[in-house]
Structures are given as structure tokens and as C-alpha cells.
């Protein structure tokens, strides 16, 4: 999964007015699945939602769908340690989490929906019921997959922008490109220069 340079610096932006404040940057201290924190989880999660809406014109309200993912699992807990208000943790931590987020930040019913039924189907009285919701939903599942089966050491990007390695998409391209027809160029030299023509013979 990519994303344009200027998606990436939208999605940056969105995600900046949350991740600026300490109350969200809490969850960083909280393990999730694998090595990834809870914070970090968020933040995929919101990453996958961006790009599924762009890439498959899903027509969501973006500034809800990045506030309800980032927000999704905000319950400021380790759901590993073994204190008995854990218990059921996948049931109860949705309504905990939309409580904080009430708390701490103004948010709408698109907002809110997302939070409280990001669990479904396990919650099945929870039902995701606009566009936002579903896809949050969906990628919570799909994310947090990834996260456990390859994510348990090491944390990785799932999604990534353009500018990789110091180099573009487009001047990867433009490199791979540029040695294909090198190497076919040194290629026809060594046969015409096998056959005995002393012509040196571009492709």
C-alpha cells in the first residue's frame, strides 16, 4: 500500500492535531498486538482507512474517519495486565474508549459511531451503520492481523509514501528503466563484437 507525497502530507497533517497532544501520545505506552503499541495500532488503522477511501473513491468524510480511527481504541490501558476491570476486554474496551474520547476532544455522531462499533461482529448489538464506520471496522480487523502474525518483534510500516530511501517511486522507475536498457545496449555490443563486426551496434 502507497500513498501520493501529497496524500501522505494530508494524511500527516490530519493526524497532527491528535498525536500533538499528551493525553492520545498515552497509548504509546501501552502494548497491543505483538510489538506494536496501541498508539501505533491507531495510527495504522487510520493510515488504511485514508488509503482505502482515496484508492477506492469511498466518498467518507475524512476528518471523521481519521478522529474516530486514531480514537478508536483510546481506553488508556494495558489490556494485558492482569487486573480483573480487564476482564472482557474485547467487549467492554469500545464503550470505554468513546467515554474518554468524550471527555478529551468534541466529536460528532459519525465520530462516535465509529468508536463504539469498530468491535462488531463481536459486539453484534453494535452494528456499524455509515460508510465511515464500516471502513474503520474492516480495517481494525485487517490491521490487526498483520500486526499479530507479522508484526511481533518488529514494528513495520503497513502503508508507506512515495519518498522511500531518499528516492522517489518515480525515480526508482526511472533507474530500473535506465540499467534494463543499459544492460540490453552491453548485451548487442558483445554479439556484434562475437560475430567479428567491428560496428558497434546500439539497441
Not at 25 to 33: G, I, P, V, W
Not at 87 to 104: I, P, Q, S, T, W
Not at 137 to 165: N, W
Not at 174 to 192: I, M
Amino acid at each position: 500500500m502507497r500513498l501520493s507525497n501529497q496524500e501522505f502530507a494530508e494524511l500527516k497533517r490530519n493526524l497532527a492535531r491528535y498525536l500533538s497532544r499528551n493525553d492520545v501520545r498515552q497509548m504509546a505506552n501501552f502494548q497491543h498486538h505483538g510489538a506494536v503499541s496501541t498508539l501505533a495500532h491507531c495510527q495504522n488503522v487510520a493510515t488504511v482507512s485514508f488509503w482505502l477511501n482515496r484508492r477506492l473513491h469511498l466518498r467518507a468524510d475524512e476528518s471523521a474517519l481519521i478522529c474516530g480511527a486514531v480514537l478508536h481504541d483510546y481506553y488508556l490501558y494495558d489490556w494485558h495486565d492482569p487486573d480483573p476491570s480487564h476482564r472482557l476486554h474485547g467487549f467492554h474496551h469500545a464503550e470505554v474508549a468513546l467515554k474518554n474520547a468524550m471527555e478529551d476532544f468534541r466529536l460528532g455522531e459519525k465520530e462516535q459511531m465509529i468508536i463504539r462499533t469498530h468491535m462488531w461482529p463481536m459486539n453484534i448489538t453494535k452494528v456499524p451503520r455509515c460508510r465511515e464506520a464500516v471502513i474503520v471496522c474492516a480495517t481494525d480487523k485487517y490491521v490487526s492481523l498483520m500486526e499479530t502474525l507479522f508484526q511481533r518483534k518488529h514494528v513495520r510500516p503497513i502503508c508507506k509514501g512515495e519518498k522511500e530511501h531518499g528516492r522517489s517511486v518515480y525515480e526508482r522507475r526511472f533507474l530500473a528503466r535506465k540499467r534494463f536498457y543499459e544492460a540490453g545496449k552491453v548485451s548487442v555490443r558483445r554479439t556484434v563484437a562475437g560475430s567479428g563486426d567491428d560496428r558497434t551496434k546500439d539497441a
